[in-house]
């Protein structure tokens, strides 16, 4: 069976990308993305920035200490998104299957194309035609699987590219830190240095019934991915993924004070939900079955988000222009479509790190106690039964 030939593209330094090309005067500056306020967080900065220690998530004072001549910019996610989607446009335009992991990065599945003109070759090709037409540098790896072409691109970008031939998987995984391998987090990196594990050599050199035994189940995986072992298909791409809820009435209603509560409670649960899958949303859609079941919607295209009060006010702009007839409405509906991997982070760039955390601190309360344990106070009227019955799904 021949290997497996997947490409890893990333952009580099994308938000930063983005705002350079409608700014020129900011290339090689030392720039920061976030909150501009010095109690904000840093959602993105540029390779100059970094060099002063300065990373994603770091509250904005402490990265203005480290870097103070920074320039600081609120950040346009408007404009990453529709940056976004033309790179998005340009592989599907391209790639055989492709598969869209987050907003900045992309797998291609390029099995078989060695016997026509070569899959590294092409994927140069189509790493060129991305640089010329969106006006952004973007790096790439290749080898026969998704982890190790996601290891490459870090390693050797921005603006790179890297082929790790099929059977050097694991003489090219040997010499780095155990925290560049996907998955190894800060405490899971912490707890292996203090075992005296810091190379992803020594790591493979570890029984793999001691990784589970300190690990769980998570011991496997990492023992694997040591050993440059990962199956992951590349999974296609599609736009219409989504996370929906609806609710029927036990009563036919005009009471738009109550529709518009049981709204906020959908937004409320299906945010949660795309947090909890640590996804992003760029399309939002409201709909409405009214008494004789006739069924209208309304979507609208949004910079991709997942929170609660940027979904909750464009749900209540398409209601308020979706519900116009003033008849009785047997149902309502919202559903979040257009779905990236993605950290909510990305999407509050106004907000300060005193919102974020709140957002992590209620939606841990919500994992651990259920949705319904904390809700806002203008749903308290939604009762139990219509709670129930809306459950998220996906589509």
């Known amino acids: 069976m021949n290997a497996r030939s997947v490409i890893h593209f990333d952009l580099d330094a994308f938000f930063v990308g983005v705002e350079c090309k409608l700014n020129p005067a900011l290339e090689g500056r030392p720039l920061i993305i976030g909150g501009i306020s010095r109690r904000g967080v840093v959602a993105a900065c540029s390779y100059e920035a970094r060099k002063f220690g300065v990373h994603s998530a770091m509250p904005m004072y402490l990265a203005l200490q480290l870097c103070p001549d920074a320039k600081v910019i609120s950040g346009d996610m408007e404009a990453y998104s529709k940056h976004s989607h033309l790179v998005t446009e340009i592989i599907a335009d391209s790639a055989p299957s492709f598969e869209k992991s ?54 050797f970008k921005p603006n790179a590219e890297k082929l790790v031939p099929a059977g050097e998987e694991r003489d090219f995984l040997a010499p780095l830190s155990v925290d560049k391998i996907p998955m190894i987090g800060k405490q899971t990196a912490s707890f292996l240095y203090d075992m005296g594990v810091r190379k992803v050599a020594t790591l493979r050199e570890m029984p793999v019934k001691f990784l589970i035994s300190a690990f769980g189940k998570n011991g496997i995986s990492l023992w694997n991915k040591a050993h440059g072992i990962d199956n992951a298909p590349v999974v296609p791409y599609s736009e219409q993924k989504s996370i929906s809820t609806e609710c029927t009435f036990d009563q036919d209603s005009i009471d738009v004070k109550g529709m518009k509560s049981i709204l906020i409670a959908m937004v409320e649960k299906v945010a949660f939900n795309l947090r909890e899958q640590q996804k992003l949303a760029s399309c939002i859609t409201v709909k409405i079955r009214y008494s004789n079941f006739d069924t209208e919607t309304k979507q609208i295209h949004v910079p991709y988000t997942s929170s609660d009060h940027t979904i909750l006010r464009t749900v209540m702009e398409l209601f308020d222009r979706l519900y116009t007839r003033r008849m009785l409405v047997r149902l309502v509906g919202v559903r979040l479509s257009g779905l990236v991997h993605g950290n909510h982070q990305i999407s509050l760039f106004d907000d300060t790190e005193e919102s974020i955390n709140l957002y992590e601190a209620i939606d841990r309360m919500k994992h651990k106690h259920g949705v319904e344990k904390l809700i806002r106070a203008s749903t308290l009227n939604v009762n139990k039964r219509v709670r129930m019955e809306m459950n998220a799904f996906k589509g």
């Open 102 to 155: 987050s907003i900045d990065e992309f797998y291609v599945d390029a099995t078989g194309m060695d016997r026509f003109f070569g899959a590294f070759k092409w994927a140069v090709g189509l790493r060129k035609k991305i640089k010329d037409n969106s006006g952004l540098t973007i790096s790439m790896g290749m080898s026969v699987n998704k982890l190790v072409s996601k290891v490459a691109t870090g390693e």
